[in-house]
């Protein structure tokens, strides 16, 4: 299986990094890092979920291919590994067959930056624009987002985004744009609510020279995005009255620039965000019912920080790097306190303020860890764990670290209620002893390890049928 399996990663990249093969439930057979310094051997015989304890059977791309028996490719992770390395990678994995049963996984990994300079991605052309790789995240609903904005992206249809304040609506527009055939055209962004209604037909649909007073001839917002995407942030805040004029040049693909007779049309694709929810916003009439239908083909809710709170410590590990790099610094992580202090603050202003948190952080942080005293005064004050003890916050870390773990066991080892208690043992069991095997590679080893005799062992391996 191994050998198969290093044929097919060689054929995913050319230039491999690491490859990690698992059988069908999810332990280690091999992996191999093509660096120095990066976890391999240790972990033959461990599941792959505490290889990397931030994922669990949902999240890891190993475990999804060998539940979907389809391959996944080009999925970003940004993870720590069990001995804290955290990788920014790109990942593509593939079921391994026997016939059409799926007895493992193979993943082929390749670091970010390299990928990125290998693939051109739109943003090298693009300045500084985000690709759906940007998008980091582990929660399932923003996975299926992401897989869903692929499918998408190279269709004209509109779109229209919702999500809170800081949620990352603009990061999906320019990830729909740069992942589509219009990549290579211009993206314009526009916050509706910061245009003055005296100047919203001007910036729309353009001027005319001598249309007044010192009049020259300029572009509107539809002209310039014409080939490319127009981007429309907060059009819940427009005008109403505004709104009429750009259902008509929405339908039409024509506007006709003030002071001007004649009609220019464009071809650009319409992508628009609310920070209110649609049937809030309709209820009240903030925004007219055909306009709403008209950018509304298709739509894409994005959850709130709160609600996808595993995702809080992995951004977090991804801003620490972003702003070592930025700031010149070799901050290692955040305190056990900080850490659940951020896992139970309710993220109002999501991702922007979490960033900003750490930005803060990073300004007044002395030491190789932040602290609860580097964070802003609202997370303090927020905090439960405000005035806790060295010896109080180390006993919580550890209580925690052990509800994770009671927690990652349940979840690898799932109650089958169409089997016995006996019959469930026993699956337990023999999924024990076939990793402690793997590991080992020596049954008077293995036997000590589970603390049973040799004899013991070698009857269970018959019984198991492990020979």
């Not at 033959?44 to 291919?65: A, C």
């Not at 593509?92 to 493992?104: K, R």
């Amino acid at each position: 299986m191994i050998t198969n399996a290093l044929v097919q990663a060689r054929q995913l990249y050319e230039d491999t990094d690491g490859v990690l093969v698992c059988d069908k439930y999810g332990y280690v057979e091999f992996m191999k890092w093509f660096h120095d310094g990066i976890l391999s051997d240790e972990v033959i015989g461990m599941h792959v979920t505490d290889v990397y304890p931030e994922l669990d059977n949902q999240t890891s791309s190993i475990m999804r291919v060998i539940e979907s028996g389809k391959p996944r490719f080009d999925e970003r992770q940004v993870i720590h590994t069990c001995r804290g390395e955290l990788l920014d990678i790109v990942s593509s994995t593939v079921p391994l067959l026997a016939g059409n049963e799926v007895i493992g996984a193979m993943t082929s990994t390749i670091f970010y930056e390299k990928y990125r300079a290998g693939k051109g991605l739109p943003r090298r052309q693009q300045g500084d624009l985000y690709t759906l790789d940007d998008i980091i995240s582990q929660d399932p609903i923003m996975i299926a987002l992401k897989e869903r904005c692929a499918l998408i992206a190279n269709n004209d249809s509109p779109v229209l985004l919702y999500g809170e304040t800081g949620t990352g609506k603009e990061l999906f527009a320019q990830s729909l744009h740069t992942c589509s055939h219009r990549a290579k055209k211009p993206f314009i962004s526009q916050n509706c609510a910061a245009i003055p209604e005296s100047l919203l037909e001007a910036i729309f649909f353009g001027v005319e020279k001598g249309s007044f007073t010192g009049a020259e001839n300029r572009k509107g917002l539809f002209e310039l995005a014409d080939g490319g995407t127009l981007f429309l942030d907060e059009i819940n805040s427009m005008d109403i009255s505004m709104q009429a004029k750009l259902l008509k040049a929405i339908e039409e693909q024509q506007v006709r620039r003030i002071g001007s007779a004649k009609s220019t049309s464009f071809n650009a694709r319409i992508i628009c965000a609310m920070n209110k929810h649609p049937a809030e916003v309709l209820r009240s009439g903030l925004m007219r019912t055909d306009l709403f239908y008209r950018i509304c083909v298709v739509r894409i809710d994005i959850p709130p920080l709160r609600d996808r709170k595993p995702d809080v410590m992995i951004l977090t590990d991804y801003f620490i790097n972003h702003f070592n790099r930025k700031m010149d610094k070799s901050i290692r992580g955040v305190s056990a306190l900080v850490k659940m202090t951020f896992q139970n603050y309710d993220w109002k202003g999501n991702v922007r303020e979490l960033k900003n948190t750490l930005e803060y952080a990073f300004n007044l942080c002395q030491s190789s860890m932040i602290n609860m005293s580097d964070l802003p005064d609202i997370l303090q004050e927020d905090s439960v764990y405000q005035g806790c003890s060295q010896e109080n916050e180390n006993d919580l870390a550890v209580n925690q670290e052990r509800a994770e773990a009671d927690e990652k066991r349940r979840d690898r080892f799932p109650y089958d209620k169409s089997l016995s208690l006996t019959e469930n043992t026993a699956c337990y069991e023999r999924e024990a002893i076939n990793r402690i095997l793997a590991k080992t590679n020596n049954i008077t080893e293995a036997a000590r390890v589970l603390r049973i005799s040799r004899q013991t062992l070698s009857y269970k391996i018959e019984k198991y049928g492990l020979n």
